[in-house]
């Protein structure tokens, strides 16, 4: 997929938050993104077509780990509950998604929160391989920044062929930010999600520690451009940041944090 086309069909995403397509093709998909600061429940059909949106806040996970089991299955059973009740429709199924750098309990913790929540986990896979789901690019390394860590693959001729994962990610940026201002973390979160470019020159040493885990985990492919999803560097002057300090091309999606979800709903069977 073109990134113009990327960024439709995230439009096209983003319209659909609480509230529903009309009507959608065949059986439906849904991918649920436990974040470290957002719990997101994203629908797709069997045409692969965004049909629903939704999230709420939820500070369940720290660096890619849940820390608090019971807020992340009772925040994904309000999603649940909403998104059935304005779908008119039950959904048994769904997908989750983990970073690539974290171990094999840790990941299915992921699992476990889905079935409390009464949801069948129909696919588990790395945050990564989901982005790559509705990326779709053939040749590039596809960068998700998280809120603890930063994932990084290489794909080439549409494959991944390589996955690595790094701490570093927006709790960082909140930090560094929390103080050079000497605020709080909350708000150091809320000014780095509304006005961080006005704080770029403060969150220019975190943004390039990303660039400098990118780097590091594609060294063997220094050519490949560079696709930038997740919320953490939603930042305006991000892109540049990183694109400077590795030298190559960086392609920005405007609703990037919605990659993922809607990512896992399409790696569903």
Known sequence: MSPSATDRFLAAAVRRWRAPAPRWAGSLRAGVD??????????V??????????????????????????GAVEAVLELRAGAERWLGTSIAAAGAAYPPGVGIEESRACRYVLEGAGLDCAVLVDEVAAALALLRVDEAVVVDVGGGSTGVGIVRQGRMVAVGDLPGGGHHLDLILAGGLHISIEEAERLKRTRGGDYLHLLR?????????????????????????????????????????????????????????????????
């Open 205 to 269: 040493p975190g943004i390039e520690r990303v660039a400098a885990n990118v780097k590091r985990l594609s060294a063997t492919q220094p050519a490949l451009p560079v696709h930038l999803v997740g919320g953490a560097l939603k930042i305006p002057g991000a892109g540049e940041v990183v694109a400077g300090h590795l030298h190559r091309p960086v392609v920005e999606y405007e609703h990037a944090e919605f990659v993922t979800p809607f990512g896992i709903a399409l790696s569903m069977p």
């Open 34 to 43: 436990l974040g470290t600061a957002t719990v997101v429940f994203a629908v």
């Open 45 to 70: 059909d069997s045409a692969g077509e965004p049909v629903y949106l939704d999230w709420m806040a939820a500070g369940v996970v720290r660096d890619g780990v849940v820390i608090d089991f019971q």
